[in-house]
């Protein structure tokens, strides 16, 4: 097919369309119109040029134009309605998306408490009102929610700084209130008159007077503690149970014995000419008030005394509290008060008046074991050149470590001291000046990197000291050894009631044993060397197998 005939075909087709169009919507002239259809198609059909056939008819041709042209008006009338009506319904489209969209913003807004929809509506009642339909406070009510807030600040201001005073630091109590907002109050005004006065009505402890009793871990379980082995016996001798020591401290508490720290004693002091001297200090207490110290040693829950009765280490609660955690003879674990620390806490928490500004124990620590319960020497490490192999290497060191740290550094912050107790427990009257360096050198490495600051307690291991009751001097080289390893206090064993030494170099005292043998010996009547601090009758632990004998 030639492209004249393409065309002429394409012609046709496209005016027959037209026509029967035109026929469908004008019935009234289709009769004519369709005569005019079968002579144009005729032409078409024979090969004829279609406009050749218009120009033959100028009647036909004119009726047959105008009536085409109006065709192709409503053709193109009916194309813009349909393109209005497409139009239309995408415009719909788009808004119906958008208020989805919307929708779903506010559901979201008002899930996560975003948006108030109180204040996005008028009253429904009242369409002139644009009020919310959410209570409104009367005056009154509104003046009493501002006087509550400041009211409950006051309290809890108070609060704390009775606290302060019931621990026997006036200043602290007084300095709390009339830095504070409240001033200028005249409850305030009141209350830092009545420190003022307290504080007044104190007199300065005989610091050689100060007494200091000591303790192992504590026994939880007697009967697995206690047995008729020579470990047992062992801890019959030098263990104290809680309930022995939670009657003591009760005992101690009523009888007007108020926990102070070394620190609280005396301290090291800079002179004008640069040099360090240990200065005593005043311990204010009302009338009738007793200073003593109280100390722990080996908190470090050994090896040798897992599955024996008593706490396995240190950890922090859910609350951040300095717990232990034990594990019973059924292998249950439990978080809870299960040595000196948590047990003095909770009754400083209920007793203020049994701190001194907040004192608590000294904690002493060996580091042959680890310490607080974790295996974090270097016997332990693999990776030092000291590992031991007779110990089980522990994998989790470093972030033991870690945990220790942190577990120093609250103990400090609740207010116990940190003290050395040798790395390797060892005797110090005995040691040659070497054996105690070396042994220093790693306790320093191993125990005094892990706490918040330098050491200076020293709690001689056996109670055995470097000297005799002469003070030490600079003759003293293990004095000397200890001094330059920054030991300032000097702690021994001795079971009378006071024994204090003050010297320009250092403090030194001796500390009176707790334990199941010098309870025993009271108990028994033996011996009375408890009955300034204690009622032993009422203190002693029956559960203990008796006699205990010292090895």
């Not at 070497?434 to 125990?447: K, S």
Request: hydrophobic letters at 35%.
């Amino acid at each position: 097919m030639s492209l004249k005939d393409y065309s002429r075909k394409n012609s046709r087709n496209r005016d027959d369309e037209i026509i029967d169009n035109v026929t469908r919507i004008t019935p009234e002239g289709s009769d004519a119109i369709q005569g005019q259809k079968s002579s144009y198609q005729q032409g078409n059909d024979h090969g004829s040029n279609s406009f050749d056939y218009m120009e033959d008819d100028p009647v036909n041709e004119k009726a047959f134009e105008e009536k085409l042209a109006q065709r192709r008006e409503e053709i193109r009338n009916r194309h813009r309605e349909r393109s209005r009506k497409r139009k239309m319904k995408r415009m719909t489209h788009a808004f119906i998306a958008v208020d989805i969209i919307l929708l779903l913003v506010l559901v979201v807004l008002i899930g996560t408490g975003n948006l108030n929809l109180s204040g996005l509506f008028g009253n429904p009642g009242n369409s002139s009102k644009t009020e919310t339909t959410a209570p409104v406070e009367t005056e009154a009510e509104t003046t009493a929610a501002a006087e509550e807030e400041p009211a409950q600040a006051l309290t809890e201001l108070i609060a704390q700084s009775d606290r302060q005073a019931m621990m026997y630091d006036y200043d602290a109590a007084v300095e709390t209130l009339s830095t504070s907002e409240f001033s200028e109050s005249p409850e305030v005004q009141a209350k830092i008159q009545e420190y003022e006065a307290q504080k007044a009505a104190c007199v300065p402890f005989d610091n050689s007077q100060i007494t200091h009793v000591f303790f192992h871990i504590l026994c939880v379980d007697t009967e697995r503690a206690f047995t008729n082995d020579a470990a047992g016996k062992d801890f019959n001798q030098v263990m104290t149970t809680i309930p022995e020591f939670e009657a003591i401290i009760q005992q101690m508490y009523d009888r007007g014995y108020v926990l102070v720290g070394l620190h609280d004693m005396a301290e090291m002091q800079t002179q004008e000419d640069g040099t360090r001297k240990m200065v005593k200090k005043q311990i204010m207490l009302p009338e009738g008030k007793k200073a003593f110290v109280m100390s722990e040693d080996d908190v470090c829950y050994y090896e040798y005394m897992e599955g024996k009765g008593f706490a396995d280490k240190m950890v922090f609660d859910e609350n951040g509290k300095l717990k232990l955690q034990y594990t019973d003879a059924q292998g249950n674990v439990s978080i809870g008060d299960y040595d000196i620390v948590p047990i003095l806490d909770n009754f400083v928490e209920a007793h203020p008046d049994f701190s001194y500004r907040g004192a608590k124990a000294i904690m002493a620590f060996t580091g042959y074991n680890g310490v607080l319960g974790y295996r974090t020497d270097e016997t332990y490490d693999e990776s030092s050149e000291n590992r031991d192999p007779n110990m089980k290497a522990n994998p989790n060191i470093a972030e033991d470590r870690e945990t220790v740290k942190k577990l120093f550094q609250a103990l400090v912050d609740d207010g116990y001291e940190l003290a050395s107790h040798s790395w390797g427990h060892i005797n110090f009257t005995k040691r040659e000046l070497a054996d105690l360096q070396r042994d220093t050198d790693r306790w320093e490495r191993n125990v005094e990197s892990l706490m918040p600051g330098n050491c200076d307690i020293i709690l001689y291991p056996f109670g055995a000291d470097i000297g005799d009751w002469h003070p030490y001097s600079t003759e003293n080289d293990k004095f000397n050894m200890l001094k330059a390893a920054g030991f300032d206090y000097f702690c021994n064993v001795d079971s009378n009631p006071v024994w204090v030494q003050y010297t320009e170099d250092a403090v030194r005292q001796g500390r009176r044993n707790l334990d199941g043998y010098r309870l025993w010996m009271d108990y028994s009547g033996e011996d009375n060397k408890l009955s300034d601090i204690l009622d032993v009758s009422t203190v002693f632990d029956t559960r203990r197998p008796t006699p205990i004998t010292w090895n």
